[in-house]
């Protein structure tokens, strides 16, 4: 079983930053493909923000492509969200997933983002 822990959520003004995290916990079958963030606004379905595979590639969402930017940590078990240059559209909660190769998927439990003046 694979535990995700976000965060690094909270209130930002439009215009400024935050850095979300996903940390990794617990022992999975097989070896992990890739982890993503997604984001859930009310009333929305949810989206996929941004990608990275174990083997570097990187996949963004249009509408965060210039402002967001994602990255991990192997030997933390860590992956993070760059949130740049946030506008009140970014105001979501904002989901980790990791994705097995034995085709297991888990989700954490969500971080609140809220960008408001």
């Known amino acids: 079983q694979v535990q995700l822990v976000e965060s690094g959520g909270g209130l930002v003004q439009p215009g400024g930053s935050l850095r979300l995290s996903c940390a990794a916990a617990g022992t999975a079958y097989g070896s992990r493909y890739a982890m993503s963030w997604y984001r859930q606004a009310l009333g929305k379905q949810r989206e996929l923000v941004a990608k990275i595979t174990e083997g570097g590639h990187i996949n963004y969402a249009d509408s965060v492509k210039g402002r967001f930017a994602i990255s991990k940590d192997n030997a933390k078990s860590t992956v993070y969200l760059q949130m740049d240059n946030l506008k009140p559209e970014d105001t979501a909660v904002y989901y980790c997933?990791?994705?097995?190769?034995?085709?297991?998927?888990?989700w954490g439990q969500g971080t609140q983002v809220t960008v408001s003046s």
């Open positions: 997933k990791a994705v097995y190769f034995s085709g297991r998927a888990y």
